[in-house]
């Protein structure tokens, strides 16, 4: 009796040792890939000015795909180091866009809502911006999954943190008033509202 607790206390410390090691193991290849990335990126850098204006245009001055690297990282590599949701926690706020009245403003939409209206989501994304915009005003810009950048103007307070990924439905902030700009955007283009807002 005393052999089988033994053997069952050593095989339970040796599970836990093979989690360990293969946790290890994979924060190992993640830092040795950033690295050779990094690497490689400044090799470029001293090489070529071709590639320099190339990684200046693709990275400065469009917009980079965030969420599309989200999911083929998740895809190839598993989840973060830091997981952004526990799994015990649930969404509690999770609306649908309602407003009483819309029209053409800029490139986007202005929606008449309620008074400091709670804005929700309009799809899963990563917040790219948080900031002022010359006639938007404070302005909160969501890459979704899709793509697509949707532009969340005259937002009051803001419920979320710049690179957060957010629910579809989750609350984006509270509005300044009575109206929320809609501006959407695509490869650098803005695009058509009536495609994106019922």
Not at 81 to 94: A, I, M, N, P, Y
Not at 136 to 156: K, L, P
């Amino acid at each position: 009796m005393i052999e089988s607790k033994f053997y069952k206390k050593n095989q339970h410390t040796t599970a836990n040792t093979k989690k360990t090691f293969f946790s290890l193991r994979v924060i190992i290849i993640k830092v040795l890939l950033t690295i050779i990335v990094t690497l490689l990126l400044l090799i470029g850098f001293k090489l070529s000015t071709d590639f320099k204006q190339l990684f200046n245009k693709y990275v400065y001055q469009t917009s980079f795909p965030f969420a599309e690297l989200k999911e083929v990282y998740q895809d190839y590599f598993g989840t973060a180091f830091l997981s952004d949701k526990s799994e015990d926690t649930t969404q509690v706020f999770t609306e649908k866009l309602v407003y009483s009245q819309k029209n053409l403003y800029h490139d986007g939409v202005a929606l008449t809502v309620n008074n400091h209206y709670m804005v929700p989501s309009l799809n899963s994304g990563i917040v790219v911006f948080i900031g002022s915009k010359d006639v938007y005003g404070n302005t909160v810009i969501v890459q979704q999954m899709d793509g697509v950048d949707v532009w969340y103007g005259n937002i009051d307070t803001t419920n979320v943190a710049l690179y957060d990924y957010v629910e579809k439905g989750s609350l984006i902030g509270e509005t300044k008033d009575k109206t929320l700009y809609l501006a959407f955007q695509k490869e650098g283009n803005f695009v058509d509202y009536n495609e994106y807002v019922e």
